[in-house]
């Protein structure tokens, strides 16, 4: 029996293929160029998260739900778009903070895991050479004896293989820190549907109702994002695995691997996209229902929250209810 949500999906993208391509495309593009930069330096990645991966993402979904209402694909409305994310209301769309740390957190983990595989490796691959090397190190450290030019030279030593130690236990985390970030933005975005289709001055209001929305669709809303969008995380972990492979086996150079891991995990994405962003929206309309109740829900709090707060007359509390009750307002 088919997935009625697949089937859905399908329908959407096959209505604007070419458009769903486009935005998809230019998304990806915008995600390798900013990936690149990790050749320099993997922070510097993830600092242009915020200011390119983040907005551009945003910008993609909102054009491509925006295709409903038959508005044209242009690079003006891409970079108003991009520009919109910076609102106070599509603060926190993709939850970016909890997204970074909690990959942050996967990373410090896999490092500690693979400090012990891999020295257990060393250890057996170059024996008594690669304890005496690191003791070496170490002891520097704690004699605080250490310049630039020791350290250089005790990383280099052997062939580099300090060097190569250090290079596989900071890079190979990397290969599920990358793609658990990818997931939990991803699996995020449906709030942006949500935000993009209420219009009120407060950001608390719409926190508290997409809160409320998740504590009652949270298992029901993760099965079918993981029943449409696994590919997502398949093809991040592919392209990490990738990337490993080619910087070990074919660029011999295990100083890119960190960057490879970074690049690969975003470019297999890519091929993803418009799967992704038809998918997405058709996920919102299934949940649209909720995100409403969770708004009236959210209101209905905050008034009564002011009402035992302050003395108000029924018409006072009819105006207030009114001000915030804009769930039904639209800014397509």
């Not at 907005?55 to 909102?62: G, M, R, Y």
Request: charged share 15%.
């Amino acid at each position: 029996m088919k997935d009625p949500l697949r089937v859905a999906s399908f329908s959407r993208l096959k209505q604007n293929t070419s458009s769903y391509i486009l935005v998809s495309v230019m998304c990806g593009l915008f995600l390798i160029l900013a990936s690149t930069l990790a050749f320099l330096d993997v922070l510097l990645f993830v600092l242009v998260i915020p200011l390119i991966v983040l907005p551009i993402l945003f910008a993609s979904h909102i054009a491509c739900y925006y295709l409903e209402a038959n508005q044209p694909i242009t690079v003006s409305a891409i970079f108003r778009y991009y520009a919109g994310f910076y609102r106070p209301q599509f603060r926190g769309s993709f939850r970016g903070i909890r997204a970074f740390l909690l990959s942050l957190a996967f990373y410090f983990g896999g490092m500690v895991i693979c400090y012990v595989v891999f020295y257990s490796i060393f250890q057996q691959l170059y024996g008594a050479t690669f304890a005496e090397s690191f003791s070496n190190l170490a002891k520097s450290y704690m004699l605080e004896e250490m310049t630039y030019e020791n350290l250089i030279a005790i990383l280099n030593d052997n062939d580099g293989m300090l060097l190569t130690f250090f290079s596989y236990v900071s890079s190979m985390p990397l290969a599920l820190a990358i793609p658990w970030f990818i997931y939990s933005i991803t699996s995020s975005s449906i709030s942006v549907y949500y935000r993009s289709n209420i219009v009120t001055p407060s950001t608390s209001l719409i926190r508290l109702a997409i809160n409320n929305t998740f504590l009652k669709i949270k298992k029901a809303y993760y099965r079918d994002w993981f029943s449409l969008n696994w590919p997502i995380i398949a093809l991040s972990l592919l392209g990490a695995t990738t990337g490993i492979l080619l910087t070990i086996l074919l660029f011999k150079n295990v100083a890119y691997l960190g960057a490879s891991i970074c690049v690969g995990s975003v470019l297999f994405v890519m091929f993803f996209l418009p799967f992704y962003f038809s998918n997405m929206e058709v996920l919102y309309h299934r949940y649209e229902p909720y995100f409403k109740d969770g708004n009236k829900a959210a209101v209905e709090m905050i008034l009564r929250r002011i009402q035992n707060s302050i003395e108000l007359s029924e018409e006072e509390k009819e105006e207030l209810e009114k001000s915030f009750n804009n769930d039904g307002e639209e800014e397509k």
